[in-house]
Structure formats: structure tokens, C-alpha cells
């Protein structure tokens, strides 16, 4: 596999990572053994870029992406895989529901780093992103944290999930930020309007996040019946109702234009978010070996700037917001 810069002189990654967060959580019923077998083919096809957080379980993905590192042959060495997580996200139980709370607090971060490393079953983390911007703690606060962890080599680089263009800046200032990650797909594109170009000013990369639309741009579902009970997706506006109805059209859209290059809808939703920089690198996140070859071989498909533009007006825009409105409110902050 090619790989690609975290910025102009950041560590170079394979160009297309994998996101592990479905295969304990939000997406249905969790296959241990499948999920194992995805990481280690993964690892095999070159893409040594996994992403976790300690939220996603809660705690126990961060545990099976460890334990699926440490488990490989005696020949393979830490060294071989970029191992990104997250902190910030408390997920806290109040009788029969969780809240989520958000924490930036320099303890708070110390402690988190920590307790991921314990679960990882590594010494050090290589990308350490805050993973929702907590507006009761000045980032200053939590990125001079962060930065601490750097200089003890418990991480290795720092980044920012969702976090707002000002935001950006501020952390930057204290610390320089390797990566950005937020939701870049074809049927998410804000971010082009402000963070896309101060991270290109500052030499920071994009980690895209969802560039299949959560599998919805793949064709992997087109109804709410098609998905069980419990998952995330049923709670997301663009998924159900009148949205879905109308973003069914959109998709339709990504099928045919992959038809007409002779790729899946997935592989040219993925090549589309490569095409938009050098220093942009899509995560699609799958919990099976078969989805996982095929959203690599994404890599292989080349879009031209006049291409990737033609495709992006060719489509309608989505209907509904990326999140519930409670969600929505701690982004981009």
C-alpha cells in the first residue's frame, strides 16, 4: 500500500487506515474472532494505521485492538503499526441511561493516557487525539497536558478530533498538532469552508472519519429494517424518516458514477475523499475481512482533480444533520 505524510513532516502511514470502533461498539452485534482477523489482515495489506478511542465499548476496543497487536507472530514488532486513540468522552451511567461528559482537565488527560496504555498493552500511544473539545477547559489547558505526554514518550503525536478552526490555532500554538480528525465524505463537506484550509495553512493532516457515511454510501443498507436492534445509526437524522427517503436518492447517485468506472460505491466514495489533499487520509471502518479488502483496493483508484470535483457536483446535498441535535452540539467547538 502507498502511504502518505500527517502533515508535511509528519510520520509517514499508509494512505488508507482502519477504524476499529464498529467492531465493539454502535454498529450491532460484535464478532471477536472476525474483528481479530480484520486487524491482522489489515496489518498484512499494509495498513498499519489503526484507530481507537478509550469510548468505544466503553474501553474494551481499545483492549482487542491491544490484544490483537501483541498476538501476532514473534516476528512483528510494535514498530510496525501507527496506533492512534483518543480520550475526553466519559460515557457515565445516571439510573437506566449514560450521559456523555466531556473533560479536558490536564488529570483528566494524564489519567486517560495512562489507563489506555494499561488496555492498549503499549508503551506508548503514536497519535493521542482529545476527542470531543471540552468548552469548560481552555485548550491551552488540555493540549499543555498532552504536551507533557510527549515529552515523558507516552505519545508520540498529538491531535484534535471535531474540533473548530480557532480552536485549531489555539492548540497549535501551545503544541504543534499533527492531525485533525473529523467526518469528511461525499455527503459531508463542511469542512471544507474553514478547517480544511487552516489545516493546510498550519501543515496539519486530515483523518477522515465515515467516508463511507457510516456504510450508507457503500450500499450496505438502505432501509432502518436492515439494521439490528441497538445500533447507532437508528438515532441519526440522515438515517431514518423523510431524510433517508430522500438520501436514498444520493446514494443511488454514488452507485451509479462507481458503475461507470467499474468500482463498488465504496471504493469511490474512499478514492473521492483521497483525491481531496496529500495530507488527507480516510479511516473507513469495517469489522469484516471481506469489506476490509475491498475498501483497500480503494487505494488503487485515481480521481483526477476535474474528476473529483465533477463528482462531488453531481451529487444532491444530504438531507438531515450528521448527528442528533444533542449530539451536534459538541462539534466543532
Not at 192 to 214: C, F, H
Amino acid at each position: 500500500m502507498r502511504t502518505r505524510t500527517l502533515g508535511p513532516n509528519g510520520p509517514r502511514i499508509a494512505e488508507i487506515g482502519l477504524g476499529c470502533m464498529g467492531m465493539s461498539a454502535f454498529y450491532g452485534r460484535a464478532d471477536e474472532r472476525e474483528a481479530r482477523a480484520t486487524i491482522a489482515r489489515a496489518l498484512e495489506l499494509g495498513c498499519n494505521f489503526l484507530d481507537t478511542s478509550d469510548m468505544y465499548g466503553p474501553y474494551t476496543n481499545e483492549e482487542l485492538v491491544g490484544s490483537a497487536i501483541s498476538g501476532r507472530s514473534s516476528t512483528a514488532t510494535r514498530d510496525d503499526v501507527f496506533l492512534a486513540t483518543k480520550f475526553g468522552i466519559k460515557l457515565v451511567e445516571e439510573g437506566n441511561l449514560i450521559d456523555r461528559v466531556i473533560d479536558g482537565s490536564a488529570q483528566y488527560v494524564r489519567a486517560a493516557c495512562d489507563a489506555s496504555l494499561r488496555r492498549l498493552g503499549t508503551d506508548w500511544i503514536d497519535l493521542y487525539y482529545q476527542h470531543r473539545v471540552d468548552p469548560d477547559t481552555p485548550i491551552e489547558e488540555t493540549v499543555g497536558a498532552m504536551a507533557e505526554l510527549v515529552t515523558a514518550g507516552k505519545v508520540r503525536h498529538l491531535g484534535l478530533s471535531e474540533a473548530s478552526a480557532q480552536t485549531i490555532r489555539r492548540a497549535h500554538a501551545v503544541h504543534p498538532i499533527t492531525a485533525v480528525q473529523t467526518e469528511y465524505s461525499l455527503w459531508t463537506r463542511d469542512v471544507e469552508q474553514e478547517i480544511l484550509p487552516t489545516l493546510n495553512e498550519l501543515g496539519i493532516a486530515l483523518v477522515a472519519y465515515s467516508p463511507l457515511g457510516r456504510g450508507f454510501l457503500s450500499g450496505r443498507f438502505s432501509s432502518e429494517d436492515e439494521l439490528e436492534e441497538g445500533d447507532y445509526r437508528l438515532q441519526g437524522p440522515r438515517f431514518t424518516g423523510e431524510n433517508l427517503k430522500q438520501n436514498l436518492a444520493l446514494a443511488d447517485r454514488v452507485r451509479e458514477l462507481a458503475a461507470e468506472r467499474a468500482i463498488t460505491p465504496g471504493q469511490l466514495a474512499i478514492a473521492w475523499v483521497l483525491s481531496r489533499g496529500e495530507h488527507v487520509v480516510p479511516i473507513p471502518g469495517t469489522k469484516r475481512v471481506a469489506y476490509l479488502e475491498e475498501n483497500l483496493a480503494a487505494a488503487d483508484v485515481r480521481l483526477s482533480d476535474a474528476e473529483s470535483d465533477a463528482i462531488a457536483r453531481a451529487l444532491p446535498a444530504a438531507a438531515g444533520e450528521r448527528y442528533p441535535e444533542a449530539v451536534m452540539r459538541s462539534v466543532n467547538l
